[in-house]
């Protein structure tokens, strides 16, 4: 794919799209339909974060970006743990481009995975990944019911954030109740000031539409969401010692902030849900 605002790369087995336009340039890797960086021209500085030590040969899902969370959420599928893989299985199956254009400064692209049919989910639906890259990145969920069985499904786009410091970062904009997992999943209020000083695990059971990433003071990134009924926060801390796609400091420039569905959303048979995240 070669055009004015498109081009394609290959390197380790996975295929790159690579967007550049007047307004930003973006990454996307074609394996797990994964979005790795997003860098607004306006300051050159890259929303996401990947880790350095990410398996990028198409073996494992990559660690960074905006992975792709579907048809289930973690380990949320029914079955012991283990017996399926976390976040469903559409992470580490292969997307192609069903369609793309462009403006100077708005590209847009629509990829879609080889199956959206796994162990675990044998339902009929289709899904595609809409990804706009101008002065903000939009990407677009959107799930179809295209059999004739209600289906319940889960999904987030698991984004990780580049925040140089973590030290330096409040959350802005959550409020409600979250499930702990590194507590048994215990019922919490959402603190303020929201601050990451240890291993964080969060589901916040809120559809809360816009929550700024400060850092010293400042706004220093924006996500807005729609359609969605969660929001997760996600810090190992030194935890990522243990990770093997995770260097043992990497967790002081990052933390996830998903937009999400956790609780179920349920499609009857024509029925579509387009889960939405706006990063600016």
């Not at 860098?39 to 494992?60: C, K, M, T, Y």
């Not at 059999?147 to 925040?163: I, K, P, R």
Request: aromatic letters at 10%.
């Amino acid at each position: 794919m070669q055009s004015q605002h498109f081009h394609t790369e290959s390197k380790n087995g996975i295929e790159y799209l690579v967007i550049n336009n007047d307004a930003a340039s973006c990454r996307i890797s074609l394996f797990g339909g994964h979005v790795l960086s997003y860098i607004p021209s306006r300051d050159n500085r890259d929303r996401l974060w990947v880790s350095p030590v990410a398996f990028l040969n198409g073996e494992r899902p990559i660690r960074g970006g905006v992975p792709v969370c579907w048809p289930w959420f973690s380990d949320a599928h029914g079955k012991a743990k283990g017996e399926l893989p976390a976040h469903g299985f559409l992470r580490t199956q292969h997307w192609t481009v069903k369609q793309s254009d462009s403006t100077a400064t708005l590209s847009k692209v629509v990829l879609v995975p080889s199956s959206t049919k796994g162990k675990g989910f044998d339902f009929d639906a289709s899904v595609e990944l809409i990804i706009e890259v101008g002065e903000s990145l939009v990407i677009t969920l959107v799930t179809r019911n295209t059999g004739d069985q209600t289906f319940s499904f889960n999904c987030a786009l698991h984004t990780y954030f580049d925040v140089e410091n973590i030290k330096e970062v409040e959350l802005k904009g959550l409020y409600g109740e979250y499930k702990d997992k590194l507590a048994d999943w215990e019922i919490s209020n959402t603190p303020s000031p929201y601050v990451i000083a240890g291993e964080v695990d969060r589901i916040h059971l809120e559809a809360i539409p816009t929550v700024s990433i400060n850092r010293n003071g400042s706004e220093f990134i924006r996500v807005e969401s729609q359609q969605h009924d969660s929001l997760v926060v996600w810090n190992p801390w030194q935890g990522a010692a243990t990770m093997s796609d995770m260097d043992a400091f990497s967790y002081k420039q990052m933390v996830c902030v998903e937009t999400a569905i956790t609780q179920g959303k349920t499609l009857a048979p024509g029925e579509f849900c387009a889960m939405r995240q706006q990063v600016c």
